[in-house]
């Protein structure tokens, strides 16, 4: 949809009738109902008054077609002063720790960050959970690493319950898997999701990321926006395939990761010598937050979601702005792919993320105006930052499409969120165009999933005094008659009390157990039959904080 460049100023009047339209206001419970905080298992070194941090969540199960339950990883304090990596499920009463021993890090001693979650293999059934932490053997740079849980016992997982480390060894032999191009290099922030490119084939796990890369008319580093897909070998420990990338050892499990993309930069180079697939629509700037999902028919189409920040040395913008690609079979490209950018105002273009154009790095890094088409931005000229990204379709039957949401600048100078959903070729907005967050406060960190064939969207809200509170609010009436339905009015209560939660400033994370996948006919069908719920995480303020969910009622 092609927006003027005239400042939004929202009528809080229309916003309001918006969200209160609709079906009655459909509350949320805690899980468990009695409000038990989820990061309390101490006898597995989950202390609840150590501080929980950042949260990751997502529906599955361990058995195909079985109804799926909440999963959850998140960060943990620990004694020595490390912070620790733990993934807990709900079996319908309580949440119970996974994975022996429970700390999914390399080192248990060091700062682990920012995990997520998703599953993949046959019939959906594996939990993936990638992270990042410093590594001693890689001069203490951040590297992003993956592991899968192996529930049953079997000659590889002995007893099962455990966590596998997957990718090639990058140590010559110590057997730490990177996924980084670069291991000497910081990496960040990774997100998962489980997906295959072949319809009909099992999901596995695909991972994007940001890591220092590049050196754009001697500006040094910049975060770049990655990704990798897994690479299935027939025996543990076996070399990977020839010519996989990044270069390795033998795989330390069954896995191997292989790098995605158009080669466009070097490790501190720019397009002269490319060994990198880079995904920045401008690398002279920072790629942050990426998000990844698989959508269309056979939801067999990777998307990537990401915001650039800082200063261009390419003569672009510099106000923060938001980017979504495709994933497109090309046998030029690593892993056999490259990736296309598609934003609110490229009906007509195909954008293709090469060395092409005026600036060598593609026709949307030619120009301003060029880079603006290829964003999502309502307004170019805003600042937008925090994209997340979810399959979905209003219609039974229909293919899937990405949905994105954000936080974008409007007026008053405060942060909102949008929505917008893929039209074709180009992002068009949702919601007539309005935000679902008030503009009186200052709004960021939004989620999405699907339950079925309706949006659920959380989000965060600042209030005086340096609070916030988390939101949640979903979509009803389809495509013919959507209304926003606000759940939360006043913000997330504290599970078992009425009290609004103080919470801690990162992002509710947000899933369903009817997710918009092959296995659930994309949401038309939920596992193990019924209608599903969505459910959500957050990190209540204090000391300790602590990490709590709920679901919609």
């Not at 248990?108 to 960050?113: G, I, K, N, Q, R």
């Given at each position: 949809?092609?927006r003027?460049?005239?400042?939004?100023?929202?009528?809080?009047?229309?916003?309001?009738?918006?969200?209160l339209?609709?079906?009655?206001?459909?509350?949320v419970?805690g899980?468990?109902?009695?409000?038990?905080q989820?990061?309390?298992?101490s006898?597995n070194?989950?202390?609840?008054?150590?501080?929980?941090?950042?949260?990751?969540v997502?529906?599955?199960s361990?058995?195909a077609g079985?109804?799926?339950t909440?999963?959850?990883?998140f960060?943990?304090?620990?004694?020595?002063?490390g912070?620790?990596?733990f993934?807990?499920?709900?079996?319908?009463t309580?949440?119970?720790?996974?994975?022996?021993?429970?700390?999914?890090?390399?080192d248990?001693?060091?700062?682990?960050?920012a995990?997520?979650?998703?599953?993949?293999?046959?019939?959906?059934?594996?939990?993936?959970?990638?992270?990042y932490?410093?590594i001693?053997?890689?001069?203490?740079?951040?590297?992003?690493?993956?592991?899968?849980?192996c529930?049953?016992a079997?000659?590889v997982?002995?007893a099962?319950?455990?966590?596998?480390?997957?990718?090639q060894?990058?140590?010559a032999?110590?057997?730490?898997?990177?996924l980084n191009?670069?291991?000497?290099?910081?990496?960040e922030d990774?997100s998962v999701?489980g997906?295959?490119?072949?319809?009909g084939?099992?999901?596995?796990?695909?991972?994007?990321?940001r890591?220092?890369?590049g050196n754009?008319?001697?500006?040094?580093?910049?975060?770049?926006?990655f990704v990798?897909?897994p690479v299935?070998?027939?025996?543990?420990?076996?070399?990977?395939?020839?010519?996989?990338?990044p270069?390795g050892?033998?795989?330390v499990?069954?896995?191997?990761?292989?790098?995605v993309?158009?080669?466009r930069?070097a490790?501190?180079d720019?397009?002269?010598?490319?060994?990198?697939?880079s995904?920045?629509?401008d690398?002279?700037?920072d790629?942050v937050?990426?998000?990844?999902?698989?959508t269309g028919?056979?939801?067999n189409?990777?998307?990537v979601?990401?915001?650039?920040?800082?200063?261009?040395?390419?003569?672009?913008?510099?106000?923060?702005?938001v980017f979504?690609?495709?994933?497109?079979?090309?046998?030029?490209?690593?892993?056999?792919?490259?990736?296309?950018?598609?934003?609110?105002?490229?009906?007509?273009?195909t954008?293709i993320?090469?060395n092409?154009?005026?600036?060598?790095?593609?026709?949307c890094s030619?120009?301003?105006?060029?880079?603006?088409?290829?964003?999502?931005?309502?307004?170019p000229?805003?600042?937008?930052?925090?994209?997340?990204?979810?399959?979905?379709?209003?219609?039974?039957?229909?293919?899937?499409?990405?949905?994105v949401v954000w936080a974008?600048?409007?007026?008053?100078?405060k942060?909102a969120?949008?929505?917008?959903?893929l039209?074709?070729?180009?992002?068009?907005?949702f919601?007539?165009?309005?935000?679902?967050?008030?503009t009186?406060?200052?709004?960021?960190?939004?989620?999405?999933?699907f339950?079925g064939?309706?949006?659920?969207?959380?989000w965060?809200?600042?209030f005086?005094?340096g609070h916030h509170r988390?939101?949640?609010g979903?979509?009803t009436?389809?495509?013919?008659?959507?209304a926003f339905?606000?759940d939360?009015?006043?913000?997330?209560?504290?599970?078992?009390?009425t009290t609004?939660?103080?919470?801690?400033?990162n992002?509710?994370?947000v899933?369903s157990?009817?997710?918009?996948?092959?296995f659930?006919s994309?949401g038309?069908?939920?596992?193990?039959?019924?209608?599903g719920?969505?459910?959500?995480?957050?990190?209540q303020?204090?000391?300790?904080?602590?990490?709590?969910a709920?679901?919609l009622?």
């Open positions: 949809m092609r003027s460049r005239i400042p939004v100023v929202v009528s809080l009047t229309a916003v309001f009738a918006l969200l339209t609709g079906t009655a206001l459909a509350g419970i899980l468990p109902a009695s409000g038990t989820v990061n309390r298992d006898a070194g989950i202390n609840p008054r150590l501080n929980g941090g950042a949260t990751d997502a529906g599955g361990l058995t079985a109804t799926e909440p999963w959850i990883t960060e943990q304090k620990v004694a020595g002063g912070q620790d990596i993934v807990r499920s709900f079996n319908g309580k949440w119970v720790t996974r994975g022996f021993p429970a700390s999914l890090n390399i248990p001693s060091a700062v682990a960050e995990p997520a979650i998703d599953f993949a293999g046959p019939g959906r059934t594996v939990p993936w959970v990638t992270w932490e410093p001693t053997q890689f001069k203490g740079r951040t590297n992003i690493f993956a592991s899968r849980f529930a049953a079997s000659s997982c002995g099962g319950n455990i966590w596998v480390r997957e990718g060894d990058r140590t032999g110590k057997l730490i898997p990177s191009i670069h291991t000497t290099k910081d990496a990774p999701a997906g295959t490119t072949a319809p084939g099992n999901p596995g796990p695909w991972v994007t990321w890591e220092e890369d754009i008319a001697d500006s040094g580093n910049h975060f770049q926006i990798s897909k299935l070998n027939a025996s543990s420990k076996a070399a990977c395939p020839p010519g996989t990338r270069h050892g033998n795989s499990g069954f896995f191997c990761w292989q790098q993309g158009l080669d930069l490790a501190n720019s397009f002269t010598n490319p060994h990198d697939p995904l920045n629509i690398p002279s700037r790629g937050v990426p998000d990844i999902a698989f028919p056979s939801d189409v990777p998307w979601v990401w915001y650039e920040e800082g200063n261009s040395h390419l003569g672009l913008r510099n106000n923060k702005q979504a690609a495709k994933g497109v079979a090309d046998p030029t490209g690593d892993g056999g792919f490259h990736w296309q950018a598609v934003g609110a105002r490229t009906a007509g273009k954008e993320l090469d092409s154009g005026a600036k060598s790095f593609g026709d030619a120009s301003k105006s060029n880079e603006a088409a290829c964003s999502l931005n309502v307004v000229t805003a600042t937008a930052e925090d994209p997340r990204v979810a399959a979905g379709t209003l219609v039974a039957g229909n293919p899937t499409v990405p949905w974008e600048v409007v007026g008053g100078g942060h969120i949008f929505i917008a959903h039209v074709t070729d180009h992002f068009e907005l919601n007539g165009g309005q935000p679902l967050s008030t009186t406060r200052d709004a960021s960190l939004p989620d999405i999933t339950l064939n309706e949006p659920v969207v959380t965060n809200e600042a005086p005094g988390a939101f949640v979903h979509f009436g389809g495509a013919t008659s959507p339905v606000l939360t009015p006043s913000g997330v209560p504290v599970p078992g009390t609004k939660a103080d919470v801690v400033d992002r509710p994370s899933s157990t009817c997710q918009a996948d092959p659930t994309d038309s069908a939920c596992p193990g039959g019924g209608a719920f969505g459910f959500f995480s957050f990190t303020a204090g000391t300790p904080s602590k990490v709590f709920e679901r009622k």
